[in-house]
């Protein structure tokens, strides 16, 4: 299933570490206010003046996600027509703090997994937008990925074992004809596409009840836009998918039924992460049970 590897505890991240990073490197920005905001999969995130935000690894793999999103994100954000994290600067590994950091741009607004879409409309509209933006063919060396946008049965597995082991959970029944109807479709053949590679409600923000940005491209690769267009389900309130669709436009019967698929697959990664939170497990997050369990409604609902 579409998840991320349990995070680190982040022990020794505190205000301090974070101002005498910015003080060695980058000196300007160390008097501005900081304080604690978000505690993701791979970064800890700290609010950094009134524009910026500054984000430090707690994960092996989180240093590489941060250097891929400083290389790439810069070139894709102004042809993007929602606010995203552009990087701003790279902080270097030093005695003080072994791994690359970034300073990047905060995008106000409220994750999607806490504050609900009140305008599906509006929502559906704007996230169509900004996936058409983003969905242009990729150059040859765009990164890959193991886990996004590839053929959906690299994940038949792990999808057969979470609709097994999580059924307790609630999920429709339906759920399993969605995910081998994405398994019988034709695989994307055309050239890659730009991803987002992980839109879920957690990594989208809400203001006035509709989308206002798109943060963590930290799994930004090129393959098969599908996996990005499960989002019509994971992200959008019920009954919107249509509307989205009509207005991203060019995407046959195909790619739809291989991005049903992806929403089953991602929607039960999110109920997983939700059970540990019900269990007060390490890396369980309450939240995100809740939004696999809307997605799968959505995705199966007739």
Known sequence: MSTRPDAEDGTGIDENLVRSLLKDQYPHLSELDV??????????MWRLGAESAVRIPRTDRAPELLRKEHRWLPALAPGLPLPVPTPLHLGEPTDRFPKPWTVAKWVPGEPADRTPISRPEDAADTLAAFLRALHAPAPADAPASATRGVPLGLHAAAVDAGLRDLAAEGIPP?????????????RWEAPPRWLHGD?????VVVTDGTLSGVLDFGELC?????????A???LLPEGAADRFFAAYGRVDEATVLRARGWAVCTGLGLLSVGRKGDQGLPGGKVTWGRAGRAALRRVTAR
Request: charged share 20%; proline share 8%; net charge negative.
């Open 222 to 230: 090129a393959g098969d836009p599908a996996t990005d267009l499960a």
């Open 232 to 234: 019509a389900w994971l």
């Open 199 to 203: 839109l879920h409600p957690a990594n």
């Open 35 to 44: 304080h604690s905001a978000v505690r993701g999969w791979d970064n800890e």
């Open 174 to 186: 339906e759920a399993r004809d969605v995910w081998h109807a994405a398994l019988a479709a034709p």
